[in-house]
């Protein structure tokens, strides 16, 4: 198969497009033929070493957790899924190695649901990693009907499920960005706020007597502004700053979760949830990808495409 492979940390400079041996199946795994493969911020941390006092990896290392494909394979345990059932998951496992960036995976069953029918490949691809970031963040705040939640960084790849996911929920959002996103998100139900310099302020002019919860999705600060707006510390979370811990408030690291798979998959198909795809990259020019993941400021998810 191909595949995206690194054999030592760094820059783009280590990211090399190759040919490795087709992945074996383990009784309680699938084999999916990937058709697409969502490219998140982390798949460029774990190229750079940032990862490596939490994770084990071995080299040559395939990056990327997130895709979506057909399955090709089942092993011997296997009665979840069957060969050609169309699927998407975050496939997260114990150490870094065996990775989404190529044409095959061998995906344990408990990291994979059946992809939403409304979505196409590079949406499916897309939405693992983020959306399950989202409805975990969501969850562990406790967010509901009535609630006001303020989501910081609300235009990018989490934020804009977040938003959809809070609305689904009977939320009202307040979601920060640059001024060229508050469009956007107010096409996606939305109160739009700039970021930076006097936004607890501007924030206040919306929700006179504070929010009921806060998303941090950016770091840098966000999560301790959040306290000053959000009565109760234990309703902000963050998947960007630990020591939101030191204020009360929760640190999300997204879990591989089939049955939140299948939620989103639902929402999707419901016509409630979808996926802004902003660049699709051919999984040879991954490193491109993953330069403009970097950037941090893109709209929505990028997304290699295998075929």
């Not at 600060?221 to 700053?241: E, W, Y």
């Amino acid at each position: 198969m191909k595949a995206i492979v690194i054999r030592r940390y760094g820059g783009p400079e280590v990211v090399e497009y190759t040919e490795l041996p087709d992945p074996k199946v383990g009784p309680d795994s699938v084999l999916v033929q990937v058709r697409a493969a969502g490219v998140n911020p982390v798949d460029w941390k774990v190229r750079e070493g940032r990862l490596d006092g939490l994770i084990d990896a071995h080299f040559p290392l395939v990056m990327g957790w997130d895709a979506a494909g057909v399955v090709r394979a089942v092993g011997g345990g296997v009665t979840e899924f069957e060969p050609g059932d169309e699927v998407y998951g975050y496939v997260r496992k114990d150490t870094v190695e065996h990775g989404t960036y190529a044409e095959l995976v061998a995906a344990p069953v408990r990291t994979l649901a059946r992809r939403p029918a409304a979505l196409d490949w590079a949406q499916c691809g897309g939405l693992p990693l983020a959306g399950l970031t989202a409805l975990q963040a969501l969850r562990a705040v406790r967010v509901g009907a009535g609630d006001t939640v303020l989501v910081h960084a609300a235009a990018g790849g989490v934020g804009h499920l977040a938003v959809q996911l809070a609305r689904a929920f009977g939320a009202r959002v307040i979601g920060t960005a640059g001024e060229r996103n508050h469009d956007y998100l107010r096409g996606l139900g939305a109160e739009p706020v700039a970021h930076g310099e006097g936004l607890a302020e501007r924030v206040r002019a919306l929700a006179p007597d504070g929010v009921d919860a806060a998303v941090d999705l950016v770091g840098g600060g966000a999560a301790g502004l959040s306290a000053t707006l959000v009565a109760d510390p234990a309703r902000i979370a963050s998947v960007a700053d630990y020591g939101v811990r030191a204020l009360g408030g929760q640190y999300v690291w997204a879990r591989p979760d089939a049955a939140g798979l299948a939620e989103l998959a639902e929402l999707a198909d419901a016509g409630r949830l979808t996926v802004t795809v902003a660049s699709t990259f051919p999984l040879a020019q991954a490193a491109s990808a993953q330069a403009l993941s970097a950037e941090g400021r893109t709209r929505g998810k990028i997304v290699l495409l295998t075929g």
